[in-house]
């Protein structure tokens, strides 16, 4: 959470911005399993890319979010005090 902190353009809003960033892992801690164990039961069940097709799925996803973070800034603005 460093890095949703320190985005923060001011402290008036730093409260806001870490509450909006633990509302959304926790979204992603309660819909992640479900969703994860429901594309590998209908990967297997319907035997797309021989029940292999959830490994293909993540690794895309992990493409796509590392490329996301690669486009996070390398140096941290300072913010008003």
Not at 6 to 20: C, E, R
Request: hydrophobic share 45%.
């Amino acid at each position: 959470f460093l890095i949703i902190t320190n985005s923060a353009p001011s402290k008036n809003v730093l409260g806001a911005i870490n509450g909006l960033g633990q509302m959304s892992a926790s979204v992603a801690r309660a819909i992640g399993p479900a969703l994860a164990t429901s594309l590998f039961a209908f990967s297997k069940k319907h035997n797309v890319l021989n029940g292999n097709a959830v490994y293909i799925v993540f690794i895309v996803l992990t493409g796509g979010l590392r490329w996301l973070g690669s486009q996070l800034p390398d140096k941290i603005q300072d913010r008003d005090e």
